[in-house]
T-cell receptor, first 111, second 115 residues
């Protein structure tokens, strides 16, 4: 049973435009949400996170939005850059001992 | 200087063989993990060790046996390999138990192919 879902396997965006990656979850006990970025042949690297007590967290070009009532979060990247091209994983935790990952969205930023 | 390193990066082996994947972290972290990413790109935890003690053991066949000789190492030994074991295995670490939220570092992954 997949508790974290990323329904878009891929996304293409023009350089300079906004990238919006979406994630849905089913477990209402999740209290922390994260986005990881993964380049080919490398492990996932932490990008940005948000606690369930917030609805927005911003770090430079990256902003994560959380809608608890809809059990939905999104990652906004603006402006998108070619170096942002990677696979983005959404993840969630309940109690911080484990991370449940989505299946990832491959973002391609076109120069 | 790699924070979490796994060896080998690629592993091709025949069904029925026994193999090990090694993981080392030089971050001084107390907690280490093994994750499996299957063919559907689903990344799921297998084991978690805190200070050499097993904390999490998800529903994983007992052919998989993690071994932690010290808190900087968590090796994964797999007996009697099966075709379905083919996947990418990621090692990760965090400073302490309960800190998977923001301070987890992943290795580069080991792509295991069973033929």
């Amino acid at each position: 049973d997949q508790q974290v879902k990323q329904n878009s396997p891929s996304l293409s965006v023009q350089e300079g435009r906004i990238s919006i990656l979406n994630c849905d979850y089913t477990n209402s006990m999740f209290d922390y949400f994260l986005w990881y970025k993964k380049y080919p042949a490398e492990g996932p690297t932490f990008l940005i996170s948000i606690s369930s007590i917030k609805d927005k967290n911003e770090d430079g070009r990256f902003t994560v939005f959380l809608n608890k009532s809809a059990k939905h979060l999104s990652l906004h990247i603006v402006p998108s850059q070619p170096g942002d091209s990677a696979v983005y994983f959404c993840a969630a935790s309940a109690g911080a001992n484990n991370l449940f990952f989505g299946t990832g969205t491959r973002l391609t930023v076109i120069p | 200087d790699t924070a979490v390193s796994q060896t080998p990066k690629y592993l091709v082996t025949q069904m029925g063989n026994d193999k090990s994947i090694k993981c080392e972290q030089n971050l001084g972290h107390d907690t280490m993990y093994w994750y499996k990413q299957d063919s559907k790109k689903f990344l799921k935890i297998m084991f978690s060790y805190n200070n050499k003690e097993l904390i999490i053991n998800e529903t994983v066949p007992n052919r998989f046996s993690p071994k932690s000789p010290d808190k900087a190492h968590l090796n994964l030994h797999i007996n009697s390999l099966e075709l379905g074991d083919s996947a990418v295995y990621f090692c990760a670490s965090s400073p302490r138990q309960g800190h998977m939220n923001t301070e987890a570092f992943f290795g580069q992954g080991t792509r295991l192919t069973v033929v």
